[in-house]
């Protein structure tokens, strides 16, 4: 069974800094890229950041770039999001999923139907 809590987000000003957390549960982890996706209000959920079951590989947009940084932890089942100088555009939900490969796809696995709930970020200005 698949199941993905996400947390870490909040209310900040421009500027500032959040680091995201995913908890995944199930045996799909360790064998699959992961993603951290987001959803702002009116428009299509998009991924952000990727990187690679053994963390070998890394992909971020070039919305993000040189801002957020995607890590993950194995023994943990944790996926991060370490986002910097963070924008009012950054405003969205996040969440997590395992995510197909070539990560630049930016589609989450074909079998992933699950969404957790997500976190949201609100960035002033």
């Known amino acids: 069974q698949v199941q993905l809590v996400e947390s870490g987000g909040g209310l900040v000003q421009a500027g500032e800094s959040l680091t995201l957390s995913c908890k995944a549960s199930?045996?799909?982890?360790?064998?699959?890229?992961m993603g951290w996706y987001r959803q702002a209000p009116g428009k299509e959920r998009e991924l952000v950041a990727g990187?690679?079951?053994?963390?070998?590989?890394?992909y971020v947009a070039d919305s993000v770039k040189g801002r957020f940084t995607i890590s993950r932890d194995n023994a943990l089942q944790m996926t991060y999001l370490q986002m910097n100088d963070l924008k009012p555009e950054d405003t969205a939900t996040y969440y997590c999923?395992?995510?197909?490969?070539?990560?630049?796809?930016?589609?989450?696995?074909?079998?992933?139907?699950?969404w957790g709930q997500g976190t949201q970020v609100i960035v002033s200005s």
């Open positions: 199930g045996t799909f982890f360790s064998t699959n890229a």
């Open positions: 990187v690679s079951s053994r963390s070998h590989i890394k």
């Open positions: 999923a395992p995510t197909q490969t070539p990560i630049n796809l930016g589609r989450p696995v074909r079998w992933f139907t699950s």
